[in-house]
């Protein structure tokens, strides 16, 4: 099977720099995604890694390693908006190249 | 551009009854859309794969005779909840991946469904 752990609640104050982290037990996978979801909505798509190292997209980026089956979300100058749950999904070598998503990760932004 | 509807945004329904959701890609043809559950402060769990024309796919555990998934065309998806119940009550989220992507996923703004 596969499985992704990440934090449960992270807590950082306006400005700041948080890093999410996301260890995962899978076989087969194309990429690493990070999804942002606000209470209430859907969610929406962050980054993708596919191979090894850091993708940069304006104030977020991502790392995938998959030596050590490890990536992160990197978010910096935090801002209020940003409070949401985070979640870190792979996306299967397999029937649909299904998304197997991580238990996510609360953000809390504090002024 | 990859935009995802779903109708209705919010239904009750009384228990016993069947409810149907609607997925569509408004500006891109999708060869496979996902239907996902998650409830209350937890993820997003899979619970079938469609492709157009075929029938789904569905996830260890999800009784597929009562979600009932047709994927008539490559813009719609429609997920049909039979014979509902409370417990069927969650956060109803498709998404669709384009015909000319890999790997991305383009989600619609979720379904509440409240089963009384």
């Known amino acids: 099977g596969q499985s992704l752990e990440q934090p449960s609640e992270v807590t950082a104050v306006e400005g700041a720099i948080v890093q999410i982290n996301c260890t995962y037990q899978?076989?087969?996978?194309?990429?690493l995604s990070w999804y942002q979801q606000h209470d209430g909505g859907a969610p929406t798509f962050l980054s993708y890694n596919a191979l090894d190292g850091l993708e940069e997209t304006g104030r977020f980026s991502s790392f995938l390693s998959r030596s050590d089956s490890y990536g992160y979300l990197l978010l910096q100058e935090l801002q209020m908006k940003d409070s949401a749950s985070y979640f870190c999904a792979v996306t299967l070598m397999e029937y649909g190249n299904k998304l197997v998503f991580g238990a996510g990760t609360i953000l809390r932004v504090k002024s | 551009g990859a935009v995802v509807s779903q109708h209705p945004s919010r239904v009750i329904c009384k228990s016993g009854t069947s409810v149907k959701i609607e997925c569509r890609s408004l500006?891109?043809?999708?060869?496979?859309m996902f239907w996902y559950r998650q409830f209350p402060k937890q993820s997003l769990m899979l619970m079938a794969t469609?492709?157009?024309?075929?029938?789904?796919?569905?996830e260890q555990g999800v009784e597929k005779d009562k979600f009932l998934i047709n994927h008539a065309s490559l813009t719609l998806s429609t997920l049909t909840v039979t014979s509902a119940h409370p417990e069927d009550s969650s956060f109803y989220i498709c998404?669709?991946?384009?015909?000319?992507?890999?790997?991305?996923?383009?989600f619609g703004p979720g379904t509440r469904l409240t089963v009384t």
């Open positions: 899978t076989s087969g996978f194309y990429g």
């Open positions: 469609s492709n157009e024309g075929s029938k789904a796919t569905y």
């Open positions: 500006d891109f043809q999708a060869t496979t």
């Open positions: 998404s669709a991946r384009p015909a000319a992507t890999g790997y991305e996923q383009y």
